[in-house]
């Protein structure tokens, strides 16, 4: 997710999402939650960005 729609969604004006945003994704404590949110659907969905590239190609027949 872009964080200007990240900000946005939390509630912030759309004057200020894209700055706040922004700001938002410089924070060490911020960045280390959303990576830890996504390592935790990966483990749980079993789906990352190779298997989406690689393992199963969408429309693509052997």
């Known amino acids: ?8 969604d939390a509630g912030y004006s759309p004057g200020n999402a894209a700055k706040y945003g922004h700001e938002l994704m ?4 911020v960045k280390a939650a ?8 990966i483990e749980r969905t079993k ?5 989406v590239l690689l ?5 693509q027949r052997p």
Do not use: N
Request: charged share 30%; net charge negative; glycine share 4%.
């Open 55 to 59: 393992d199963h190609r969408i429309g």
């Open 34 to 41: 959303i990576d830890a949110a996504m390592s935790e659907r």
């Open 1 to 8: 997710m872009e964080a200007k729609q990240a900000a946005l």
């Open 47 to 51: 789906i990352d960005a190779d298997w």
């Open 26 to 29: 410089q924070l060490h404590h």
